[in-house]
T-cell receptor
Framework: AQSVSQHNHHVILSEAASLELGCNYS??????LFWYVQYPGQHLQLLLK??????LVKGIKGFEAEFIKSKFSFNLRKPSVQWSDTAEYFC????????????FGKGTLLTVNP | EADIYQTPRYLVIGTGKKITLECSQT?????MYWYQQDPGMELHLIHY???????EKGDLSSESTVSRIRTEHFPLTLESARPSHTSQYLC????????????FGAGTRLSVL
């Protein structure tokens, strides 16, 4: 069964610091990769996705992620975080053979101090 | 972006009560899902549906049941709530052929006393 690991449970940064959140998955075949964000009191929102092509994908609000197939990784990055980026971030993977299943990581809580 | 609505947002109920968590989406999506999420844990799929009259159990065993009589509506029912059912329940929907992009509701936080 596929699994998703997010290495950091809680990350605390100051505004303007750079961010990188790790995500590794276990499935060896074709995958579709997602990052979702959940702001306090709000629903999960799609931040960005990777299906194929350029392994560097850009999402909303200045976030980007890089797919490194050899490392089974899909790390999320942002050059300069803002207080409004405080949220929980979830990595999710859909293996190519599955029509329905998204496997989620446990999430990383990001706190950005002003 | 899908509009997907869950009610109630919060529910505190006593043991043994029957409850139904409502989920509706307005985008005509074929696929709908229920997840269970506990603090600091990943989302666990408990039910999903490919369309009307289609329901399947997910990876996490759940005593809840679901129905899909209309495309837009996917309610989840617990016949007899127990404290172990205390959790957050998230509903999601997605359209066939979109590589499993899912859109989420705001969730129902259930507490069973």
């Amino acid at each position: 069964a596929q699994s998703v690991s997010q290495h950091n449970h809680h990350v605390i940064l100051s505004e303007a610091a750079s961010l990188e959140l790790g995500c590794n998955y276990s499935y060896g075949g074709t995958v579709n990769l997602f990052w979702y964000v959940q702001y306090p009191g709000q629903h999960l929102q799609l931040l960005l996705k990777y299906f194929s092509g350029d392994p560097l994908v850009k999402g909303i609000k200045g976030f980007e992620a890089e797919f490194i197939k050899s490392k089974f990784s899909f790390n999320l990055r942002k050059p300069s975080v803002q207080w409004s980026d405080t949220a929980e971030y979830f990595c999710a993977v859909n293996s190519g053979g599955s029509n329905y299943k998204l496997t989620f990581g446990k999430g990383t809580l990001l706190t950005v101090n002003p | 972006e899908a509009d997907i609505y869950q009610t109630p947002r919060y529910l505190v109920i006593g043991t043994g009560k029957k409850i139904t968590l409502e989920c509706s989406q307005t985008m005509g999506h074929d696929k709908m899902y229920w997840y269970q999420q506990d603090p600091g844990m990943e989302l666990h799929l408990i039910h999903y549906s490919y369309g009307v009259n289609s329901t399947e159990k997910g990876d996490l065993s759940s005593e809840s049941t679901v129905s899909r009589i209309r495309t837009e509506h996917f309610p989840l029912t617990l016949e007899s709530a127990r404290p172990s059912h205390t959790s957050q329940y998230l509903c999601a929907s997605g359209q066939r052929g979109t590589k499993n992009i899912q859109y989420f509701g705001a969730g129902t936080r259930l507490s069973v006393l």
